[in-house]
């Protein structure tokens, strides 16, 4: 049971958001925006990628060139993946075994984030790509919830660990981020009464209840793409390579 639920409604419920987010879902803005990313990222993937900490491989279907296999602790959330990974996040595999490696929504849940890279760049083939995911701004959530990072302090860890054409793209920032925090908080809270604002805020609160995607409709009609690059953004993609061996 997960939150008074099955579990296996629970995972059914949080691989179609990931899958295909909706208008009106929890959280829709932001795994909008880093399913596109993503798309764009991996469609020209190809060799053998390993979904590392991959729960439910929810984006499997945006490697469309390459054949993606899992690996994840083992009985976290009672899915079979390809290799179960060690305590300490090791996969039983040899050194330089993928031509890719996707992690996505992981990095901020492991206890070591350098020893996660080292292992990520021990199992990449020379020149082999890192495509990987993080939070930026987030509620904490998920069991052990340990970090957040800034675009460039994620950047930064990468090439110290030894990845080369290192490149960030922060995720649903400012006003597009703002609005699904707000409405986010409006449907697990109450506002309070006092005041102008308060009521204000009851009325958005009231009215997302009985139009559930209006917010998002909303988003994306004026806020699908940030101007420039936001300063607050709910998460980031990077992208790297191993580089090769000369």
């Given at each position: 049971?997960?939150?008074?639920?099955?579990?296996?409604?629970?995972?059914?419920?949080?691989?179609?958001?990931?899958?295909?987010?909706?208008?009106?879902?929890?959280?829709?803005?932001?795994?909008?925006?880093?399913?596109?990313?993503?798309?764009?990222?991996?469609?020209?993937?190809?060799?053998?990628?390993?979904?590392?900490g991959a729960g439910t491989a929810p984006y499997r279907d945006l490697l469309p060139g390459a054949t993606l296999v899992t690996g994840d602790l083992g009985g976290g959330e009672s899915c079979t993946v390809d290799y179960e990974l060690d305590?300490?996040?090791?996969?039983?595999?040899?050194?330089?075994?993928?031509?890719?490696?996707?992690?996505?929504?992981?990095?901020?849940?492991?206890?070591?984030?350098?020893?996660?890279?080292?292992?990520?760049?021990?199992?990449?083939?020379?020149?082999?790509?890192?495509?990987?995911?993080?939070?930026?701004?987030?509620?904490?959530?998920?069991?052990?919830?340990?970090?957040?990072?800034?675009?460039?302090?994620?950047?930064?860890?990468?090439?110290?660990?030894?990845?080369?054409?290192?490149?960030?793209?922060?995720?649903?920032?400012?006003?597009?981020?703002?609005?699904?925090?707000?409405?986010?908080?409006?449907?697990?809270?109450?506002?309070?009464?006092?005041?102008?604002?308060?009521?204000?805020?009851?009325?958005?609160?009231?009215?997302?209840?009985?139009?559930?995607?209006?917010?998002?409709?909303?988003?994306?009609?004026?806020?699908?793409?940030?101007?420039?690059?936001?300063?607050?953004?709910?998460?980031?993609?990077?992208?790297?390579?191993?580089?090769?061996?000369?």
């Amino acid at each position: 049971m997960a939150g008074g639920q099955p579990l296996d409604k629970v995972l059914a419920a949080r691989l179609r958001e990931r899958v295909s987010p909706a208008l009106g879902d929890q959280a829709y803005a932001h795994l909008r925006d880093l399913r596109d990313a993503l798309a764009a990222s991996l469609s020209d993937a190809t060799g053998t990628w390993l979904d590392y900490g991959a729960g439910t491989a929810p984006y499997r279907d945006l490697l469309p060139g390459a054949t993606l296999v899992t690996g994840d602790l083992g009985g976290g959330e009672s899915c079979t993946v390809d290799y179960e990974l060690d305590d300490s996040g090791r996969c039983p595999v040899a050194d330089g075994t993928f031509d890719g490696v996707l992690s996505t929504q992981v990095l901020e849940h492991v206890t070591d984030p350098v020893a996660y890279l080292q292992e990520v760049y021990r199992i990449l083939r020379p020149h082999g790509r890192l495509v990987l995911s993080t939070h930026g701004v987030w509620e904490d959530h998920g069991g052990q919830d340990l970090w957040r990072w800034t675009a460039d302090g994620l950047a930064l860890l990468a090439g110290r660990v030894g990845f080369v054409d290192v490149s960030v793209r922060k995720l649903t920032g400012d006003a597009r981020a703002l609005l699904l925090l707000l409405r986010r908080y409006g449907r697990d809270s109450r506002w309070p009464r006092d005041g102008m604002v308060g009521a204000l805020l009851r009325l958005a609160s009231w009215w997302d209840r009985r139009h559930p995607s209006a917010f998002d409709v909303y988003a994306d009609k004026h806020f699908r793409e940030a101007a420039g690059s936001p300063s607050f953004y709910l998460a980031i993609l990077l992208e790297a390579r191993r580089p090769g061996e000369d």
